[in-house]
């Protein structure tokens, strides 16, 4: 039972990063309908900028400030450089998109080297917490809650501003929506930029959480892709709840037969697009 | 107010309007008739910017607006309520109307007043998802968030397609409202519909202008009405 609890919470823990870094993609997607194969480049920018920050100044707060703020900022330059000049293209955009994925790896290289690196737990949050006979890391304990801290904040902003109303009916419409006089483009860089700085802050968490960071950090971007086809494309509470699912079942599968862990989360994606093809949450279509 | 000279539209490598003339007056209704695909709703759709024309000129309220962005379009005080309504489902049908305001919230909320005067069922599910409104009442909905700003023209399409007789009846009577304030260009498929509302009318035919004049002569006009619509205005529900 206590191995149960110790890897529901792992994965609740994980499902969460994940989440993070699928959040932007799904809104990306929804809104700009750009299909970014970078973006799990952003995701392993904001965990070696993260423990490169921890490891020099000793302050996690400013590991995390900084992870994100080089994932808005890098983001906003290759918006305006790169994905601006490829709306409406969609093989461009693949091509291109995976082109900035492979540059920016190679620059993460030529920073931090080929190596992997550590990333330590800060102290305050390392250790085991005991709860009725069974351990608990605190530190994935301080993932979830931070986690889904960000995610009421983001589903406030989303749901209570102006701003959130325009994305969440660009998502269904864009083009409704620029019949009502709302010139939608301009809204383009700062979604992008918040869904590269989401996809940062997920690689400074997962640092501590794998007390390393190296080039691998590459494969959570299948992840999330699966959280998003999953979830449904520009559906934020789709992208949690499907990053929570992938989580939980990378871990059970990866406790019992730890190579099985993808192919099981491919398996289930392959399932949901036999038979519901638009994702188990996604926005609802034109009216 | 609105004229189009020689507007030609391609959609792909399609060439779908292929010389659409018009002009919409100043407190005149004026419907767009014609078969299927003849090009009614493109050309809706070209004077919102949705489908640029590749020639031709729009002009609004003595101003070129062909070639402006759509969001330029509409801010110069045209709407749009679509064939699809093109209401977001997954807002609320209060936010469907807040979305589309441009104003101050004082002068904003005497708009939405207004609206809901117009359209009182709407009343009774503003917090609720618009998505799980009836066809009618989407609508309703789409052409009530047409009129969140004090559009000097509305563009819509085909409201009454799929509607319940009682919806249309509806409908009839808040356009006919709407249209003291407002010129409005129609794209209709239903004469009787149209016939209640209309006071001059254009016949699209594969993607240009046919035919075109007041409302009651295409009544008398069983002749035209078949060829270009197949079918008179006796064999029409209202």
């Known amino acids: ?287 | 107010m609105l004229t189009c000279s020689g507007l030609h539209t391609y959609i792909e490598q399609f060439h779908i309007l292929q010389g659409v003339d018009l002009e919409v007056k100043r407190g005149e209704l004026t419907v767009l008739l014609g078969r299927n695909g003849a090009g009614k709703t493109t050309t809706l759709r070209t004077i919102m910017g949705l489908n640029p024309p590749a020639r031709g000129k729009i002009e609004f309220e003595g101003e070129v607006v062909s070639g402006l962005p759509t969001h330029v379009i509409a801010r110069r005080g045209i709407g749009y309520v679509p064939e699809d309504a093109g209401i977001f489902t997954d807002l609320t049908v209060l936010e469907n109307l807040r979305i589309a305001v441009r104003k101050k919230e004082s002068e904003a909320r005497k708009r939405m007043d207004y609206i809901l005067e117009l359209f009182p069922d709407l009343f009774k599910f503003l917090n609720r998802k618009a998505g799980n409104l009836s066809g009618g009442q989407k609508q309703m909905l789409s052409i009530g968030r047409a009129l969140v700003n004090e559009n000097k023209l509305l563009l819509i399409d085909e409201p009454s397609k799929g509607l319940a007789p009682v919806v249309v009846n509806n409908l009839v009577s808040a356009i006919n409202e709407i249209k003291k304030h407002t010129a409005v260009l129609l794209v209709e498929q239903n004469l009787g519909f149209a016939s209640r509302i209309s006071d001059k009318f254009y016949i699209i035919d594969n993607g240009k202008t046919a035919l075109n004049g007041n409302m009651p002569q295409l009544l008398e006009d069983r002749g035209t009405q078949r060829q270009y619509m197949g079918v008179d205005i006796k064999g029409v529900p209202n």
Request: aromatic share 10%; charged share 5%; net charge positive.
């Open chain 1, 1 to 287: 039972m206590d191995v149960f609890i110790t890897l529901t919470i792992n994965g609740i823990a994980t499902g969460m990063l994940i989440f993070l870094l699928a959040a932007g993609l799904s809104l990306i997607f929804g809104l700009m309908k750009v299909m970014n194969f970078a973006h799990g480049s952003f995701f392993m920018l904001g965990a070696y900028m993260g423990t490169w920050c921890y490891v020099s100044s000793g302050s996690f707060l400013l590991s995390i400030v900084l992870g994100v703020i080089s994932g808005a900022v890098v983001g906003l330059i290759v918006e305006r450089l790169v994905i601006s000049r490829v709306y409406n293209n969609h093989l461009g955009q693949v091509l291109i998109t995976v082109g900035v994925m492979m540059l920016l790896n190679e620059l993460i290289k030529v920073v931090w080297g080929p190596n992997v690196i550590a990333s330590p737990v800060p102290p305050a949050l390392s250790g085991l917490l005991e709860v009725g006979g069974i351990s608990i890391s605190i530190y994935k304990l301080f993932i979830i809650a931070f986690a889904l801290s960000v995610t009421l904040l983001v589903n406030l902003i989303l749901n209570r501003s102006r701003l959130g109303m325009i994305i969440r009916a660009g998502t269904q419409n864009p083009e409704m929506v620029k019949a009502l006089g709302i010139r939608i483009e301009s809204f383009f860089s700062l979604v992008f930029l918040f869904g590269t700085a989401l996809a940062a802050l997920g690689g400074v968490l997962m640092g501590p959480a794998q007390n390393q960071v190296g080039s691998y950090y590459q494969q959570y971007m299948m992840l999330g892709f699966i959280v998003v086809v999953i979830g449904g494309m520009g559906s934020f509470t789709g992208a949690m709840l499907s990053g929570i699912l992938i989580g939980l079942v990378s871990n059970y599968v990866a406790w019992v037969f730890p190579e099985a862990a993808m192919a099981v989360n491919v398996l289930l994606m392959a399932v949901i697009l036999l038979i519901k093809p638009e994702g188990l949450f996604s926005v609802g279509g034109k009216a």
